[in-house]
Nanobody, 114 residues
Framework: QVQLVESGGGLVQAGGSLRLSCAAS???????MAWYRQAPGKQRELVAA???????NYAEPVKGRFTISLQLSENTGFLQMNSLKPEDTAVYYC?????????WGRGTQVTVSS
């Protein structure tokens, strides 16, 4: 059974940092790991993605502040978030494409106070 477990969310002041983790189990090999976020009243949006080969993609609002990484040997990915802004407040979801399917975590709340 595939399971994605996010951790590392929390409350932080503007300008602070958080590091999100996503641990995947039940997966042989990850093709792509991505982080999405959904703020209240808004659609879920892509934040960053990384392919198994190392190519990365970032949404414009987070470029230069967030860094995505992937530890394939551990089936674990990370999202380092620096210089956080109140508009980064959202539930952050881990997404993995593997074995021909999309898998989602349950999300972790990130709240940035001004």
């Amino acid at each position: 059974q595939v399971q994605l477990v996010e951790s590392g969310g929390g409350l932080v002041q503007a300008g602070g940092s958080l590091r999100l983790s996503c641990a995947a189990s039940g997966i042989n090999s990850i093709n792509v790991m991505a982080w999405y976020r959904q703020a209240p009243g808004k659609q879920r949006e892509l934040v960053a993605a990384i392919a198994s080969g190392g190519n990365t993609n970032y949404a414009e609002p987070v470029k230069g502040r967030f860094t995505i990484s992937l530890q394939l040997s551990e089936n674990t990915g990370f999202l380092q978030m620096n210089s956080l802004k109140p508009e980064d407040t959202a539930v952050y979801y881990c997404n993995v494409f593997a074995m021909g399917h999309d898998y989602w975590g349950r999300g972790t709340q990130v709240t940035v106070s001004s």
